[in-house]
């Protein structure tokens, strides 16, 4: 019997180490699979950053009717600036998305043209800022100043707006653009030569003795009108357009049917197509490079568009 007792003694010793191996071992299966599932929600997380992509993309997807609308998807605010209170141009209005929910915008100065006020520009505040820009129609110094002189006060406008301005902190100030009517529009141009870093310039039915402007690295889109009696296209809108370096990013569209005081009221085709360029080039959104490329065709409201599709990156 103690012989029987011997033999069954080492037989049983046996058993407690194996379940000793197996519970290593299933804790070593339990950290592998924990590993693998942290590496599996990392590797899920990426798409979600890849969508991301373009941190400015603002607003929902458009569409033609999104952009040819009165108003766009966010509601603004606004706030007047009195000549009194700046230096190097005259004042005027902002408009600005009202939420902060989205974070920073992107931001356009808009000069008025010769002997004009912000009120004849004064309707692309709230319907540019609706689409998601900062915007401020401004007044000149005087009413009589030239392209040159615009040109210095839409950029000093562009520093008040981001550097003083109650609604600093909701502007990007790496993201900036100039627009302008007649010669606010040769003052987009001269703003635009000056400072190579914006991101966007829109001269309309645009008047400027300078013809020529090689040295523009500002993505433009120049709108003149088959009308222009003022400053016809032949002379200025076409040769301004022509003379912009042929690897820049840029549009000649001319309204049909239209004058020079096309700009200085709501325009469903001046408002369509500078949302579109603002929103490419100032938000690098190229959800909107479908109402650039391919080139528009001439309709009842387009006489002509020329231009390049988007450069892409």
Same mark, same amino acid.
């Given at each position: 019997?103690?012989?029987?007792?011997?033999? !069954?003694?080492? /037989?049983?010793?046996? @058993? #407690?180490?194996?379940? *000793?191996?197996?519970?290593?071992?299933? &804790?070593?299966? +339990?950290?592998?699979?924990?590993?693998?599932?942290? !590496?599996?929600? /990392?590797?899920?997380? @990426? #798409?979600?950053?890849? *969508?991301?992509?373009?941190?400015?993309? &603002?607003?929902? +997807?458009?569409?033609?009717?999104?952009?040819?609308?009165?108003?766009?998807?966010?509601?603004?605010?606004?706030?007047?600036?009195?000549?009194?209170?700046?230096?190097?141009?005259?004042?005027?209005?902002?408009?600005?998305?009202?939420?902060?929910?989205?974070?920073?915008?992107?931001?356009?100065?808009?000069?008025?043209?010769?002997?004009?006020?912000?009120?004849?520009?004064?309707?692309?505040?709230?319907?540019?800022?609706?689409?998601?820009?900062?915007?401020?129609?401004?007044?000149?110094?005087?009413?009589?100043?030239?392209?040159?002189?615009?040109?210095?006060?839409?950029?000093?406008?562009?520093?008040?707006?981001?550097?003083?301005?109650?609604?600093?902190?909701?502007?990007?100030?790496?993201?900036?653009?100039?627009?302008?009517?007649?010669?606010?529009?040769?003052?987009?141009?001269?703003?635009?030569?000056?400072?190579?870093?914006?991101?966007?310039?829109?001269?309309?039915?645009?008047?400027?003795?300078?013809?020529?402007?090689?040295?523009?690295?500002?993505?433009?889109?120049?709108?003149?009108?088959?009308?222009?009696?003022?400053?016809?296209?032949?002379?200025?809108?076409?040769?301004?357009?022509?003379?912009?370096?042929?690897?820049?990013?840029?549009?000649?569209?001319?309204?049909?049917?239209?004058?020079?005081?096309?700009?200085?009221?709501?325009?469903?085709?001046?408002?369509?197509?500078?949302?579109?360029?603002?929103?490419?080039?100032?938000?690098?959104?190229?959800?909107?490079?479908?109402?650039?490329?391919?080139?528009?065709?001439?309709?009842?409201?387009?006489?002509?568009?020329?231009?390049?599709?988007?450069?892409?990156?």
């Amino acid at each position: 019997m103690q012989d029987k007792d011997d033999t !069954a003694r080492p /037989t049983a010793s046996p @058993v #407690p180490a194996d379940r *000793a191996g197996r519970r290593r071992r299933s &804790r070593l299966m +339990a950290g592998l699979l924990a590993t693998a599932a942290a !590496a599996a929600l /990392t590797t899920v997380a @990426v #798409p979600g950053a890849q *969508a991301a992509d373009n941190p400015y993309e &603002r607003g929902p +997807a458009p569409s033609t009717s999104s952009i040819e609308a009165l108003r766009g998807p966010y509601s603004v605010s606004q706030t007047s600036v009195s000549s009194l209170s700046v230096t190097g141009f005259g004042g005027g209005t902002i408009y600005y998305p009202t939420t902060t929910s989205d974070g920073t915008f992107g931001a356009v100065v808009v000069s008025p043209g010769f002997t004009a006020y912000e009120s004849s520009i004064a309707w692309l505040g709230p319907r540019l800022a609706s689409q998601g820009f900062v915007v401020f129609t401004i007044d000149t110094n005087t009413t009589l100043d030239q392209p040159d002189s615009r040109g210095r006060q839409l950029l000093a406008a562009l520093d008040y707006l981001t550097d003083r301005s109650l609604v600093r902190s909701r502007v990007d100030s790496s993201r900036l653009g100039v627009m302008g009517h007649s010669m606010g529009g040769g003052g987009t141009l001269e703003a635009a030569k000056s400072r190579p870093s914006l991101q966007a310039a829109i001269p309309l039915t645009p008047w400027n003795l300078d013809k020529s402007w090689p040295e523009v690295r500002t993505p433009t889109l120049v709108i003149g009108a088959d009308g222009d009696s003022v400053a016809p296209v032949s002379s200025h809108s076409e040769p301004f357009y022509q003379s912009l370096p042929s690897s820049l990013d840029k549009a000649y569209l001319e309204l049909n049917n239209a004058t020079h005081f096309a700009p200085n009221t709501s325009d469903t085709t001046i408002a369509k197509y500078s949302i579109s360029w603002l929103k490419r080039f100032i938000d690098n959104d190229t959800r909107y490079e479908q109402f650039l490329c391919p080139i528009p065709r001439p309709s009842l409201t387009i006489e002509e568009y020329r231009g390049t599709c988007p450069h892409t990156s």
